[in-house]
């Protein structure tokens, strides 16, 4: 089964709107890594958590890792058109191996 | 510094023919992946590679796929006989280390018809 989920699939905003993509596992995760994907293109790190309650900040860009480390967020403040894409969280399930686990992606489209 | 080089980046072929992909990561990374995007999925992991050997191809369909990385640089991901399903865009990924940050490269985009 799916062991790395993310909500929602889809989200469109309006170019100035925030929005939140949500990264859900049923077991603890030991990392987790956000990619970006632009449309056609190639996933793009963008940061990785490992520490419980961790929170990173990239410019209008906010991670976090949950406390028990079942659950992770990206947050982008003020969207803009450069924002569109797919993104991804990436995540190493305990007792699911060694490698990371990919979503299936919250794809964002942004409205000039 | 030079990105990962994938080749070809687009291939077309009949099901059951055979079919190749060549991967030279960032030099310098030991650690290579081959992943599977399927269209509106994320990428899922087909094998890893730690130098030149193995670290995980749990879910490489072995009956069809295999996967080699002669003396710990580039790498070619084979697949024979292909079927319909196999249409995806594959992508190699490598890392300075095992399980930090992946850089991938553009991906091959197969269509089996």
């Known amino acids: 089964g799916q062991q790395v989920m993310q909500i929602p699939q889809y989200q469109h905003v309006q170019e100035g709107e925030d929005f939140t993509t949500y990264c859900n596992s049923s077991?603890?995760?030991?990392?987790i890594q956000w990619y970006k994907q632009r449309p056609g293109g190639h996933p793009v790190f963008l940061i990785q958590?490992?520490?419980?309650?961790e929170v990173k900040k990239q410019k209008r860009l906010t991670f976090q890792f949950g406390e028990a480390k079942k659950n992770s967020s990206l947050h982008i403040t003020a969207t803009q058109t450069t924002d569109v894409g797919t993104y991804f969280c990436?995540?190493?399930?305990?007792?699911?191996?060694?490698?990371?686990?990919f979503g299936p992606g919250t794809r964002l489209s942004v409205l000039p | 510094e030079a990105g990962v080089a994938q080749s070809p980046r687009y291939k077309i072929i009949e099901k059951r023919q055979s079919v190749a992909f060549w991967c030279n990561p960032i030099?310098?990374?030991?650690?290579l992946y081959w992943y599977q995007q399927i269209l509106g999925q994320g990428p899922k992991l087909l094998i890893q590679?730690?130098?030149?050997?193995?670290?995980?191809d749990s879910q490489l369909p072995k009956d069809r796929f295999s996967a080699e990385r002669l003396k710990g640089v580039d790498s070619t991901l084979k697949i024979q006989p292909a079927k319909l399903e196999d249409s995806a865009v594959y992508l190699c990924?490598?890392?300075?280390?095992?399980?930090?940050?992946?850089?991938f490269g553009q991906g091959t985009r197969l269509t089996v018809v």
């Open positions: 990924a490598s890392s300075p280390n095992f399980n930090t940050e992946a850089f």
């Open positions: 077991t603890t995760l030991s990392n």
């Open positions: 958590l490992v520490k419980s309650g």
């Open positions: 990436a995540g190493i399930p305990r007792n699911y191996g060694q490698n990371f686990v």
């Open positions: 030099s310098g990374h030991a650690t």
């Open positions: 590679f730690q130098n030149n050997g193995v670290v995980d």
